[in-house]
Structure formats: structure tokens, C-alpha cells
């Protein structure tokens, strides 16, 4: 590799270390000619093969039976992979998560429903019952589930959309998953009942 190459890999390099704990980093990757480039998974979605080779593996073993995670969340960029009932990823998101006092639990989940704005169908006791316009149109629900013996508990963190559209990408929530509004809306019509949720 030329020297000037190597000198655009340590800059990309420094710039990505260097953006603010509040922001996920930018993807950086080296093209055949050896130059970098950047880029940002965007809001509104990607089916970017660049982007989709970086999705996880969906496999996982629950309660001793082999699953593929419908949805991964990796808190590192902040990205939200959807993958098909074959385990390959279809589209990555750019998400908001946790910050750093409230981060976004890791683990394993399992969607248990879904709910519309206005969330009248949820307790009183809620924040999204109460306070419906936080939570953009849609909520996907989860529980967490322990891979070892497939036990469900309540979680307080969950898919939805946002009235701070600006903030995706950062690390900025109480812990839930933040998305676009028009994405939420797609993603939970797409999502069934018992689907598995990787957040990592």
C-alpha cells in the first residue's frame, strides 16, 4: 500500500475516535484502490450492500432451539438491521439509543406487540400512555428473554419512533430505540408476535 494511503487511513481513523460520545461513529472502509471513504447509515434506511455485509449473524440458540433474530441493534453505530425469514439482512436504520447514563440494556428480546399513537390500549401508568407525542406513531414492545432457558421478563426499552427526529444517530434516550417516524410504521407492520430481538 502507498504511504499516501496509509496516511488516509490513519486520518479516517483519527477523525472517527474524535467525534463526540454522543454521536454514533461514521463507517469507514477501504475501496479497492485503497482510498477511504465515509458514510452514515441514513435515517430513512439503506439496502447498501456495503452496509449489509456488516450485519451480524442472526443465529442464536434459545432454550436449546436454533432462532434467527428478525431485527439486530448494534449500539456501537447505532444501526438497526431487519433481516428476512431466510436470516439475511434486508435494511440497516440509523437509530438513537441510550445515553450514557441511561444506556440501552444488551441482550436478547422478544417482541411480545405492537401499539398506535395515541397508546390508549396501554396502562395509565405508562409514560407513553401519558405522554403519547414522545413516542412518535408507533411502539414495538419487548420483553427479555434469557437464551438459557427462554424465561421472559418485562423491560422498561423499546422500539419506537420520535418527536426529535434530529437526535437519530445519537445516544440520547432513557434506553428505548428511537426511529424515523415513517420507518417505525413500516417496521412494525413487518414484525410479528414472538420475533427475536438482538440488541448488542
Known amino acids: 500500500m502507498k504511504i499516501q494511503n496509509y496516511v488516509k487511513i490513519i486520518s479516517a481513523s483519527l477523525a472517527i475516535s474524535a467525534l463526540p460520545l454522543t ?10 484502490s485503497g482510498d477511504i471513504f465515509e458514510y452514515s447509515v441514513p435515517a430513512k434506511g439503506t439496502d447498501s450492500k456495503e452496509i449489509l455485509e456488516k450485519a451480524p449473524s442472526p443465529e442464536i440458540n434459545i432454550n436449546g432451539e436454533k432462532k434467527k433474530a428478525a431485527i439486530i441493534v448494534d449500539l456501537a453505530t447505532n444501526t438497526l438491521y431487519k433481516y428476512n425469514e431466510d436470516g439475511k439482512a434486508e435494511k440497516a436504520y440509523l437509530v438513537a439509543s441510550g445515553k450514557p447514563r441511561t444506556p440501552t440494556d444488551k441482550g436478547v428480546r422478544i417482541v ?4 398506535s399513537f395515541p397508546y390508549r390500549t396501554a396502562s395509565w401508568k405508562t409514560k407513553r400512555r401519558r405522554n403519547p407525542q414522545d413516542y412518535g406513531p408507533r411502539v414495538i414492545c419487548l420483553n427479555k428473554i434469557d437464551p438459557e432457558n427462554g424465561r421472559q421478563s418485562p423491560t422498561g426499552e423499546f422500539i419506537h419512533g420520535t418527536n426529535r427526529p434530529e437526535k ?3 445516544y440520547v434516550s432513557l ?12 417496521l412494525a407492520d413487518e414484525i410479528e408476535r414472538g420475533d427475536i430481538v438482538i440488541i448488542k
Open 168 to 170: 437519530i444517530g445519537e
Open 23 to 32: 454521536k454514533a461513529p461514521l463507517y469507514a472502509q477501504t475501496q479497492a
Open 112 to 115: 411480545t406487540h405492537t401499539e
Open 175 to 186: 434506553g428505548c430505540i428511537r426511529m424515523d417516524n415513517e420507518v417505525i410504521k413500516e
